[in-house]
């Protein structure tokens, strides 16, 4: 499986913004995506994550409330949106597919795309 992630850019504080990670290869039911984040000199946190057959999604504390995690299956493709964001949501963007199951740490995680840089201005 390989993960393209993308939508990334600069905003201001506020705004909203759309990511997308477009998968090629086989994304089966039982497994999960998510999203993780990185800003400088932080370790990389998860953010949210969706079941790829049902849908169920998941959201770290820091965006629940003013994200939402979707998928396409017949596009095979990941989005996250993310509203009135804060200078603190402001990293490198990673999606990242888990065969295994729903996970909120990094290393559980398979196959990761090369992420997506936010910036946000206050």
């Known amino acids: 499986v390989q993960l393209q992630a993308s939508g990334g850019g600069a905003v201001q504080a506020g705004d909203s913004l759309r990511l997308s990670c477009a998968a090629s290869?086989?994304?089966?039911?039982?497994?999960?995506m998510g999203w993780f984040r990185q800003a400088p000199e932080k370790e990389r946190e998860f953010v949210s994550a969706?079941?790829?057959?049902?849908?169920?999604?998941y959201y770290a504390d820091s965006v629940k409330g003013r994200s939402t995690i979707s998928r396409d299956k017949g596009k095979n493709t990941m989005y996250l949106r993310i509203d009135r964001l804060k200078p603190e949501d402001a990293a490198v963007y990673f999606c990242?597919?888990?065969?295994?199951?729903?996970?909120?740490?990094?290393?559980?995680?398979?196959?990761w795309g090369q992420g997506t840089l936010v910036t946000v201005s206050s």
């Open positions: 990242a597919v888990n065969f295994q199951g729903l996970s909120n740490v990094a290393s559980d995680y398979d196959y």
């Open positions: 290869g086989r994304i089966y039911s039982s497994h999960v």
């Open positions: 969706i079941r790829w057959g049902v849908g169920n999604t």
